[in-house]
């Protein structure tokens, strides 16, 4: 028999779980897209305003900067002016680091001093910036050294954003920012918790309203099965019983004494049938009624019934005929002794 409550349990919980789960990842996939296309738009913002206020006084050094070695680029005086512009701008921002890079692939400047003449033509992301793309990537990083000194433990948005006097202006150079999003990220995390709980408590409270309606379509379920089997019982009770006495009836009667007829031919017993007939039956449903008469043929079909053994059986065939097959039987002897037992009630 089908379960019905108990599959939907099971099927249930498991959706609800996989669901939470899925929707959990969907919305960190969502959020950290979101965080990304933010941090890049203020990153995108901030170089063009580098490039409208800063860059302006600074281009002829970037020019320049091509014949000066590592060591000259950093103690050149208009290296460390624009690092202090820079850290003057940055600094209680949420921009930790900048670094600019020339079309020859070289850091020409960043906010960290030790990062000055490395190389970076391998650079995927300069190399996209070169192409005017703007590329972004997260990472946690450990320790940083950042514009307002030294951060640990800080997750940042680095963003490489090709930097040119407009919009329809030649490349000059790459710039690359590095945006704290520590906070931002741990309200994401914060925001993700509420809605994944959020998400859960509806799921329970949706699970909870769908297990009551099945639990009760189960009931319902197994109440009507119950009914039909009950129903299919009185079908078939009243195809082969009578319906006043609920002694078989002659077709039930006909198909057991088919089966006798196989197990005596098989064992080599004896069979015998008893044909019972009421004499003046009439009399009483003309004088009584026929309702006394079916209280007539109620009692007698009891009262034979006590009269047989195990394995017999008794059938009203007509209003005042009844059928016994008798199996088993020993002698005409033993045979005699049932029949008068039966007229004895009768």
């Not at 946690?140 to 202006?169: F, M, P, Q």
């Amino acid at each position: 028999m089908f379960q019905l409550l108990r599959y939907f349990s099971i099927a249930s919980l498991i959706s609800m779980i996989v669901a939470a789960i899925l929707l959990g990842v969907l919305h960190r996939v969502f959020e950290a897209d979101h965080l990304t296309k933010f941090g890049e738009s203020h990153n995108i913002a901030l170089t063009r305003t580098f490039a409208n206020v800063i860059w302006p006084t600074f281009r002829d050094f970037s020019q320049q900067t091509a014949s000066l070695n590592t060591a000259e680029l950093k103690q050149h005086p208009d290296s460390v002016k624009l690092d202090r512009v820079v850290h003057d701008a940055m600094r209680d921002t949420t921009t930790v680091k900048v670094k600019i890079i020339d079309l020859n692939g070289r850091i020409i400047y960043s906010s960290d001093g030790e990062e000055i003449g490395a190389d970076y033509n391998a650079d995927p992301g300069f190399i996209s910036a070169l192409q005017g793309l703007v590329v972004s990537e997260s990472e946690h990083l450990d320790s940083l050294n950042a514009i307002d000194g030294k951060l640990t433990d800080r997750d940042v948005l680095s963003s490489y954003v090709a930097l040119r006097a407009g919009d329809n202006e030649p490349i000059e150079g790459v710039l690359e920012i590095y945006t704290d999003v520590t906070e931002a990220l741990a309200d994401d995390l914060h925001q993700q918790y509420m809605v994944t709980v959020s998400v859960v408590g509806v799921l329970i409270a949706l699970y909870g309203i769908l297990f009551f309606i099945v639990r009760h379509a189960d009931r319902v379920i197994v109440q009507q099965r119950i009914e039909q089997h009950n129903a299919e019982m009185r079908l078939l009770k009243a195809k082969t019983h009578d319906a006043l006495t609920d002694l078989p009836n002659r077709m039930l009667l006909l198909d057991r004494l088919r089966q006798l007829l196989v197990a005596t031919e098989r064992h080599g017993s004896m069979l015998a049938v008893a044909y019972i007939d009421l004499d003046n039956f009439k009399n009483v449903n003309s004088a009584m009624g026929h309702e006394a008469g079916d209280e007539v043929l109620k009692i007698i079909s009891k009262r034979l019934v006590t009269c047989l053994r195990e394995g017999d059986t008794i059938a009203r065939i007509a209003g005042d005929d009844f059928v016994v097959s008798l199996p088993d039987i020993r002698s005409s002897m033993n045979l005699f002794q049932i029949a008068k037992k039966m007229l004895s009630a009768i």
